[in-house]
């Protein structure tokens, strides 16, 4: 599956963003979609997973109640709603697909995108 992330950009802290992620080439239904994000000399963290279905969740501590992931299957797309932005949630984030079950470690993902870069000025 290809996936292709978009709607990073620069805003002011408390603003939001809406990330979204398309996905091509295979049935999108069939994937566990994740969003993951890196931060300029951080190793890549856990953000958002969300179930083949859409039903099941799981976040970050850090993004708890400020972010918000859901899923399209009609429209092969993901997305990640962030609210309340803070300097600290700037870095890339990236989209990832793996099947089956929903994992919080990256190199359980066998897909990923490009990543959006996401700017939080204070």
């Known amino acids: 599956v290809q996936l292709q992330a978009s709607g990073g950009g620069l805003v002011q802290a408390g603003g939001s963003l809406r990330l979204s992620c398309a996905a091509s080439g295979q049935t999108f239904s069939n994937y566990v979609m994740g969003w993951f994000r890196q931060a300029p000399g951080k190793e890549r963290e856990f953000v958002a997973h969300?179930?083949?279905?859409?039903?099941?969740?799981d976040y970050a501590d850090s993004v708890k109640g400020r972010f918000y992931v859901s899923r399209d299957n009609a429209k092969n797309t993901v997305y990640l709603q962030m609210n309340s932005l803070k300097p600290e949630d700037t870095a890339v984030y990236y989209c990832?697909?793996?099947?089956?079950?929903?994992?919080?470690?990256?190199?359980?993902?066998?897909?990923w995108g490009q990543g959006t870069q996401v700017t939080v000025s204070s």
């Open positions: 990832a697909a793996r099947k089956f079950t929903p994992r919080t470690a990256g190199n359980e993902y066998g897909y």
């Open positions: 969300i179930s083949t279905s859409g039903y099941s969740l």
